[in-house]
């Protein structure tokens, strides 16, 4: 039933004045929302449920959530089954692989700019089926890169409302030149003035207030190891930067740490999170960063990236290891996230098999069934790789349609139903139906 109240002044304001808003500051009234508002929700519940979710994990005592970059809606599929509590999908993995152009890209902006949303739906789409074959009550929340919005403010009201219908939960934003955009661990990186980046996120939150969704908005800071800024207008950043120009027409960075705590500090009054890109995985900054936001901002939630992009193996003791993010939490990063995991996962296994498959060696494959059915004593389901994509889903779309005894069902002779893999778990609507009782499920 459609909400005909949505773009009425009263429930806007009732909106943004709860307590969920207590730390966030606007820059326009309940007067603007109303302005752009449609007299309906035009949104599916996922995004506003997802973001309900996420802010609660975030705001557990003493916790924090922990998740793995997704390169694929399978891979994310697979963290549904082990009931990860959110999801992350990395610009640079839909650069590198999931998005909508025909080709595949390193972190630089070049991809489509509806890819991201793309594959957050995609990604939502594919656990909702799950959720009801498992007879789950929930899909977990998904937190995705914007980029730097592709553009300027206009582009990320646009960006971030598709995302919104897209169903996302969290969204970050960082403040690089979108033009000049690069993957935090990379050179060449331009950041935007303070006040520019105020505007973004000015605007991404406008554009959560008028879908009504209360996204959990990231603000990213690329500036501790980017060596340019467009401009020494803002009085915010003019102490960090030189006097002279570089080759490229830019003003060089010569305080970077100072500079990133400065300009992290004017973000928190907009944004939900806080994120500070590093090029090491350093506690002793992380914790000097964490302080400085936290002496101005006492409850302001920190995310850090566990990046694939760090050397970690030769760092770290196991120990050290073992409590790095427990560290990093007790300093006040309660939402910790490796981000290429998915693509460096998915390489090196298909290259694994490659390799040891060279030549027709069908013991690779053998010894890959066998890797899963020892999973399978885990939980792991996609040995079974026709219902792992859905096909007991539309088997019960054939049999309510056609009925139990039709020969056009695809599970019927299916190899799958032969193979010796441990059963499928059961789908809900195939429980006790009998065959042409359209009205099976319903009782």
Not at 100 to 111: A, E, I, K, Q, V
Not at 116 to 129: A, D, M, Y
Not at 373 to 391: C, D, F, M, N
């Amino acid at each position: 039933m459609m909400n005909e109240a949505f773009d009425e002044l009263e429930s806007i304001e009732s909106y943004i004045e709860s307590d969920r808003w207590k730390n966030i500051s606007r820059r326009y009234s309940s007067n603007d929302i109303k302005k752009l508002r449609a007299p309906f929700e035009t949104i599916s519940p996922i995004s506003k449920t997802g973001a309900e979710k996420l802010w609660s994990l975030l705001n557990r005592d003493d916790q924090f959530i922990s998740g793995l970059g997704a390169i694929t809606a399978q891979q994310a599929l697979q963290m549904f089954n082990l009931d990860y509590e959110f999801i992350y999908v990395s610009g640079w993995q839909v650069a590198a692989e999931s998005n909508g152009g025909t080709n595949t890209y390193p972190d630089l902006s070049l991809y489509p700019s509806n890819s991201g949303p793309n594959f957050v739906e995609k990604i939502n789409n594919t656990l909702l089926r799950k959720m009801v074959e498992l007879e789950k009550k929930a899909v977990p929340p998904v937190i995705a890169d914007a980029e730097s919005g592709f553009g300027g403010v206009y582009n990320v009201f646009e960006l971030t409302s598709q995302f919104i219908k897209s169903g996302v939960a969290g969204l970050h934003f960082e403040d690089q030149l979108a033009s000049e955009k690069k993957c935090g661990h990379m050179g060449g990186k331009v950041v935007i003035p303070t006040h520019e980046y105020i505007n973004k996120l000015t605007s991404a939150r406008l554009a959560s207030d008028v879908l009504g969704s209360p996204i959990v908005l990231i603000a990213r800071t690329d500036s501790l190891n980017a060596k340019l800024m467009t401009s020494d207008f803002d009085e915010t950043d003019r102490p960090f930067l030189s006097n002279k120009r570089s080759s490229d027409g830019y003003y060089p960075i010569v305080k970077n740490e100072e500079m990133a705590i400065t300009k992290s500090l004017a973000y928190a009054k907009y944004a939900d999170v806080i994120w500070c890109e590093t090029n090491t995985p350093d506690l002793g900054f992380a914790q000097e960063f964490a302080s400085e936001i936290k002496k101005h901002y006492p409850d302001k939630i920190l995310a850090y990236n566990c990046s694939p992009s760090f050397n970690w193996t030769d760092k770290f003791t196991d120990i050290e290891i073992t409590n790095f993010q427990k560290n990093l939490s007790e300093f006040g990063y309660r939402l910790q996230f490796v981000s290429l995991a998915g693509f460096h996962s998915m390489s090196s296994s298909m290259y694994n098999l490659a390799n040891n498959y060279k030549g027709g060696n069908m013991k690779a494959i053998v010894d890959l069934q066998e890797y899963e059915l020892k999973l399978s004593k885990e939980g792991y389901t996609a040995i079974k790789h026709q219902q792992e994509v859905g096909g007991d889903y539309f088997e019960s779309i054939g049999e309510i349609v056609m009925g139990d005894d039709s020969e056009l069902l695809s599970k019927k002779n299916s190899t799958e139903e032969t193979n010796p893999a441990p059963p499928a778990v059961p789908f809900a609507f195939s429980q006790n139906r009998h065959p042409r009782d359209r009205n099976c499920g319903l009782r």
